[in-house]
């Protein structure tokens, strides 16, 4: 199947995440913060990535901020207990494909992948 990173400084939801793909069939690698999910994509590029919002050295938004600046591509889905819709919006507006409240539910995760990585998109990592 596919290959998607876990970014996430939580190890609880990096363990509870990687299980769930893991049982839809998907291969998982995690990284505990943006910063890591940068160097991982750079060398191994994942078919999508799962970013948490809040994290330690480089969150969520910064590492979409990155991500953007380098002209990486990557489908990623948000995922956060922040519920404000200036959160989402941003979110959106740095390229991510998806956002999703936290807890995540099975089914929820699922449908967004199925989404993403069913969608034909162009699959050019550009790393400078």
Same mark, same amino acid.
């Given at each position: 199947?596919? @290959?998607?990173?876990?970014?996430?400084?939580?190890?609880?939801? &990096?363990?509870?995440?990687?299980?769930?793909?893991?049982?839809?069939?998907?291969? $998982?690698?995690?990284?505990?913060?943006?910063?890591?999910?940068?160097?991982?994509? @750079?060398?191994?590029?994942?078919?999508?990535?799962? =970013?948490?919002?809040?994290? #330690? $050295?480089?969150?969520?938004?910064?590492?979409?901020?990155? =991500?953007?600046? @380098?002209?990486?591509? $990557?489908?990623?889905?948000?995922?956060?207990?922040?519920?404000?819709?200036?959160?989402?919006? &941003?979110?959106?507006? =740095?390229? %991510?494909?998806?956002?999703?409240?936290? #807890?995540?539910?099975? %089914?929820?995760?699922?449908?967004?992948?199925?989404?993403?990585? =069913?969608?034909?998109?162009?699959?050019? $990592?550009?790393?400078?």
């Amino acid at each position: 199947m596919s @290959r998607i990173l876990i970014t996430d400084d939580s190890s609880s939801q &990096r363990i509870i995440l990687s299980g769930i793909l893991e049982k839809l069939g998907h291969e $998982v690698d995690t990284a505990i913060n943006g910063q890591e999910a940068l160097e991982k994509i @750079r060398t191994n590029p994942p078919d999508c990535m799962l =970013l948490d919002n809040l994290m #330690p $050295v480089m969150d969520g938004l910064q590492t979409l901020e990155a =991500l953007k600046a @380098r002209n990486i591509t $990557v489908p990623i889905i948000m995922l956060t207990a922040d519920i404000q819709e200036w959160l989402k919006t &941003r979110c959106l507006e =740095l390229g %991510a494909s998806n956002f999703l409240n936290k #807890p995540i539910k099975q %089914a929820q995760l699922q449908e967004a992948l199925q989404k993403i990585l =069913l969608t034909p998109q162009t699959k050019e $990592v550009l790393c400078t």
